[in-house]
């Protein structure tokens, strides 16, 4: 039974997961924010040190993607499933698999992880909108 459910939703799976990578390439994260050269060398400074953990196929880390691409952010991405080394990294430091994980660390201690896509733009939003 399993087999044949596997056979069965592979076909579901791609085409999917193809929606999702046209999504990605073609959809509009929006209007771009546009900053002063000083303020956008602040916030380039700012988040420096930040990740975001993801992969390519996940519609929820599209939403991330195209939300740090909006605000005109410089985060490091990190595909965990490209890389085992950053998916080793994602579960020792949140003890979770799970994507999109924002990583702000901190220079007294690991930081702050935060999950879900939605709290992760709002907190961006907050943050660089300006």
């Known amino acids: 039974m399993e087999t044949f459910l ?3 939703f592979t076909p579901v799976r791609l085409f999917f997961r193809t929606l999702v990578w046209f999504y990605d390439r073609f959809g509009s994260p929006g209007v771009a924010v546009t ?3 000083e ?9 420096k040190t930040w990740i975001l953990y993801h992969f390519q196929s996940c519609p929820f ?5 195209h939300q740090v691409t909006k605000l ?13 080394e950053f998916e080793k990294e994602l579960k020792d430091g949140t003890g979770l698999y799970q994507v999109p994980c924002l990583q702000i660390p901190s220079l007294d201690g690991p930081g702050q992880w935060m999950f879900e896509s939605g709290d ?11």
């Open 6 to 8: 596997k056979i069965l």
């Open 35 to 37: 900053r002063a050269p």
């Open 39 to 47: 303020r956008q060398a602040a916030v380039d400074a700012e988040t």
């Open 61 to 65: 880390c599209v939403r991330v993607r």
């Open 72 to 84: 005109g952010l410089k985060i490091e991405m990190r595909d965990v499933l490209r890389n085992k």
């Open 120 to 130: 992760i733009n709002e907190f961006l939003s907050q943050q660089f909108s300006k």
